[in-house]
């Protein structure tokens, strides 16, 4: 009875095997597939395929942030029916890739015989895998975020989403695109975090954040909450400005984000002692960041200084106006005398009549835009605050010193006299006596001293 047994069983696994010899196992097998993130160094992604025949391709394909832009690589490994595949992607110095993308990504696989597959799509956020990060979402923002209170970021978070209405309303943005902003803690983790700049900047800690329009994605030191307005309002402005020909000069970018942060004008001391001393900046020259460390300070002062008169003397539906008009790509002339009726050597008079100045005229000839690059992100800086430190983690003491209140504005070109200039509405101070000095550059102002890193307008390929 027992030898029957098994004679029967041997007969069954017999016509089990011969029953599924009619459906061969695949070609090409994936035994693992994983990643591992080296911050901020690189991402090694590894694959091990075996298969029926020699595995002799395997080609990874990747995507950076819902880009529209595919890229792929070659992974190194040994032909053979077996094989393990490594690949590299490099996310530092040249290559450089900022803490939150998303790298979406999957294999091609080939063998001797012909065979091709596919593995299933994956996706690795590229962030420090030494903290616990959380993240918060409230309406089309996520921020992400390591050992901070996760009732305090909920707030802040909660007030910049409510702040940056404000800021759609006048760019004319209905349905944002969603953006993502990473949140790093003090200034060891932000200089491993940060893009490399130059060693004076990196030693004098300017820089508290930066913007990337290409991943829509702005990465920041501390929970401060004027400091992710400014980012926010970036990244929200290049979206208004959908055309590859609109260019947005510096002065008016920067302008625009550091005058939604709110609160005083902590740089209004400098422009006054420029206007004093003979020594403002002029719009012709301020279509990028200057690189001169002497007039980094300056130039932030002074942006917001415009856009804030701007804003003041014509009302939000003008500035409105001027940046459809620039979308255009009519250049930055055009867009003011279609939206104001004057170009910038009238705009720059005016506005440094109400510092007492007036600023010689000189003829400004506009360029066509810059050629662009599409695997190029374009990127902001948002400096630190005029005593050089940076914003906390958690909420520190308000700043005291109040700034002078700004000269009354001169009349401005064809506002018709007695005239009641819009006033700024923009959101409230920092919570918690959070900084309120956002990114201006409060210009390192006394033992400090100003210092920078030069930034050019580009846009990015659509």
Known sequence: ???????????????????????????????????????????????TAE?????TGVKLHYRLSDGRVRVYGYPDFVAGR???????????????????????????????????????????????????????????????YHDLPASEVAAVTERVAERLEEVKAVFGIDSPTPMKGVLVNGRREARRTFPFISETATRGHVFAGYAYDRYDLFVLAGLWEDGMVHEAAHLLLDEAIDSPLGIVPAWLNEGLATYFEGGPHHGEPIVRRA??????????????????????????????????????????????????????????????????????????????????????????????????????????????????????????PAVTESAPERPAAAEAPGQTAGATAQQSASGGGPSGGALAVGAVVLALMAASGALALGMGRRRRAR
């Open 275 to 396: 206007a004093r001393d003979g020594g403002l900046l002029r719009l012709h020259a301020m279509n990028s960041v200057p690189g001169r460390p002497a007039d980094i300070a300056l130039f932030y002062a002074q942006t917001r200084s415009i856009v804030e008169y701007m804003l003041d003397a014509y009302g939000r539906d003008r500035m409105s106006a001027l940046l459809r008009a620039i979308d255009d790509g009519g250049g930055i002339d055009a867009a003011l005398r279609a939206a104001y009726g004057f170009g910038r050597g009238e705009l720059e008079a005016a506005w440094a009549a109400g510092y007492g100045v007036a600023l010689p005229e000189r003829a400004t000839v506009e360029r066509g835009p810059p050629e662009t690059g599409s695997e190029t992100p374009l990127v902001f800086e948002s400096p630190l605050n005029s005593a050089g430190s940076e914003p906390e983690a958690v909420s520190v």
């Open 82 to 144: 077996r094989v393990t595949a490594d690949f590299s992607l490099k996310t530092a110095a040249s290559n450089y890739l900022p803490t939150g993308v998303e790298v979406s990504y999957y294999y091609e696989i080939t063998d001797s015989a012909g065979n091709t597959v596919e593995t299933p799509r994956a996706t690795v956020e590229y962030k420090d895998p030494r903290y616990r990060w959380r993240r918060v979402e409230v309406g089309d923002l996520t921020v992400v």
């Open 1 to 47: 009875m027992k030898t029957r047994s098994i004679t029967l069983l041997a007969a069954l696994a017999a016509a089990v095997a011969a029953l599924g010899s009619g459906y061969p196992a695949e070609p090409i097998r994936v035994v693992s597939s994983d990643h591992e993130i080296r911050f901020p160094s690189e991402i090694v992604f590894r694959l």
């Open 51 to 55: 298969g029926e025949s020699a595995i």
